[in-house]
């Protein structure tokens, strides 16, 4: 269709004829009657022309035609033509709509919207437009016009458009005209986990293990998931620690007081959609024992002399460090001494203090402490009495021995001691390398024996050995004779 418009001259024509021509070919008039301009109220109430004053069909597309007007004055005379002008005949039609949409989701973050193609000529591509309603605003998905020969588009989604997705495909020919396919839509769950935690760190505690890592940032975050393992093995349970998902980047692990083994954890993320993601490194740590090792158990004190023999019961701990022995006099058991090293070693279950004073009631205490400076409680009192003096004691130069060749014997003279405990002295002898065997029975009163059996040019060594009735013994240093 050509329509035909000219801005009258009213004073001067009152009608118009229009003349065609085809190239090659000579003008001729197309309209059967004069075209006369008249005017008509428009929509606004008001005298106006008309858009267009003559139209005409019977073109053929594709090829160009001239036009002329002759204006008819008021006497039927035709004026010159007007200035020519030439139009081609242009197909405006739409092209035919694509057909069959469909939309696949083909991956975790691609849609694949497909289309059968235009059956029309000139097709020069297509456009794919997206919206999240089926009534709402549609916006172009793809950044440049896809070629006519493709009938396949990748959406690809993003975290921020997940849920209803609704796609049509326009086709476009050589003119610009559209047309639109019909739409189609899906839903797409966000399938993508967020990320992998990091930054994870393990800080223990009496009682608990705290772990912390670094916040996150993706919109759809919903919280975090911590593991917590025995074992840091290929193959090994880890199990919730958290119990669920927590919202924040810290979690304090609650634990027995008294465990004492390693903890491992790893944490992971989870978004609104279910999606849970990797897990972290494995952290560790072990929580700081403040458990005190059991009390030992003194069970004996043997004292000899000036020596205290303690013997204890031994602490059950697998850290354990040592012990610490005190000692105090029972006469002030404010004043506790530590006696021995300052850690007796952990495999040891006696020690032998000296150099006590005598008759002297002391008491003895011991406690256990661990690798981690924990103390046990003290064990129980132990209290003992060094034995009363006895006197001098024998020693070299108490004891004498003399030869008599006249008598061909010994005498061997000593010092008596003079305490209430004395039971008595047996008088020991041995020949040349031999060993000291009894020479007399218990002497309870003497201070001096003869040795009438004494061979010439043999050597003896004599030793007093002194009884009390508290069960101690005294020795005397050994003293020689030669007897020629």
């Given at each position: ?5 000219w ?58 035609y ?7 004055d ?8 007007s200035?020519?002008?030439?139009i ?65 588009f ?17 086709v ?44 996150q940032?993706e ?11 025995v ?11 958290s ?23 790893k ?20 929580m ?6 059991i ?19 031994p ?7 040592g012990y610490?022995?005190?000692r ?10 530590l ?16 150099g ?27 209290t ?20 008599v ?11 008596r001691d ?8 047996i008088l020991?002898?041995?020949e ?7 020479l ?45």
């Amino acid at each position: 269709m050509v329509n035909v418009f000219w801005t009258p001259e009213e004073t001067r024509y009152f009608a118009i004829n229009i003349y065609r021509a085809e190239k090659g070919n000579p003008s001729q008039k197309i309209n059967d009657n004069p075209a006369i301009p008249s005017q008509s109220t428009n929509a606004e109430g008001k005298l106006a022309y008309p858009k267009y004053f003559y139209n005409k069909g019977d073109h053929v597309i594709g090829r160009k035609y001239t036009y002329e007007l002759k204006g008819i004055d008021f006497f039927g005379r035709e004026s010159r033509a007007s200035q020519p002008f030439e139009i081609e005949i242009i197909d405006r039609t739409p092209p035919t709509p694509p057909t069959g949409l469909e939309t696949v989701r083909t991956g975790p973050r691609d849609v694949l919207v497909s289309w059968a193609a235009s059956e029309s000529e000139n097709v020069v591509g297509y456009d794919v437009f997206v919206s999240d309603s089926l009534d709402g605003i549609f916006e172009k998905a793809n950044k440049s016009i896809l070629p006519s020969s493709q009938t396949t588009f990748i959406y690809e989604l993003t975290d921020e458009n997940w849920g209803d997705r609704f796609f049509y495909v326009e086709v476009i020919n050589a003119l610009g005209t559209r047309s639109a396919s019909t739409k189609m839509g899906l839903t797409v769950s966000d399938v993508i986990p967020p990320a992998v935690p990091t930054g994870v760190v393990a800080t223990p505690f009496e009682g608990a293990i705290q772990i912390s890592w670094e916040k996150q940032s993706e919109p759809d975050l919903f919280g975090y998931v911590v593991y917590r393992s025995v074992a840091n093995k290929p193959g090994a349970l880890f199990v919730f620690a958290s119990g669920g998902s927590i919202m924040g980047n810290i979690f304090l692990d609650s634990l027995p007081r008294e465990a004492r083994n390693k903890y491992f954890y790893k944490v992971a993320s989870i978004d609104i959609y279910g999606n849970l993601s990797e897990r972290s490194e494995t952290v560790s740590a072990i929580m700081p024992d403040v458990i005190a090792p059991i009390s030992p158990t003194i069970i004996e004190v043997d004292v000899k002399n000036d020596t205290a023999s303690i013997t204890w019961l031994p602490s059950i701990d697998d850290e354990l460090k040592g012990y610490h022995l005190y000692r105090c006099t029972e006469a002030d058991t404010t004043q506790w001494t530590l006696i021995g090293a300052a850690f007796l070693s952990p495999n040891t279950t006696q020690y032998s203090d000296t150099g006590l004073e005598l008759d002297v009631a002391y008491c003895y205490q011991i406690t256990a402490e661990d690798l981690s400076g924990n103390t046990s409680g003290p064990s129980n009192r132990y209290t003992v009495k060094t034995r009363p003096s006895y006197g001098e004691d024998l020693v070299a130069g108490k004891i004498k021995a003399t030869y008599v060749k006249k008598k061909k014997a010994a005498i061997v003279t000593w010092k008596r001691d003079a305490s209430p405990l004395l039971e008595g002295s047996i008088l020991y002898r041995k020949e040349g390398n031999g060993r000291f065997l009894p020479l007399t029975e218990l002497l309870t009163k003497e201070a001096e024996y003869t040795d009438p059996n004494i061979a010439a040019e043999k050597i003896y060594t004599y030793q007093l050995r002194t009884y009390y009735k508290d069960g101690n013994m005294t020795l005397s240093e050994p003293v020689e004779v030669v007897a020629k």
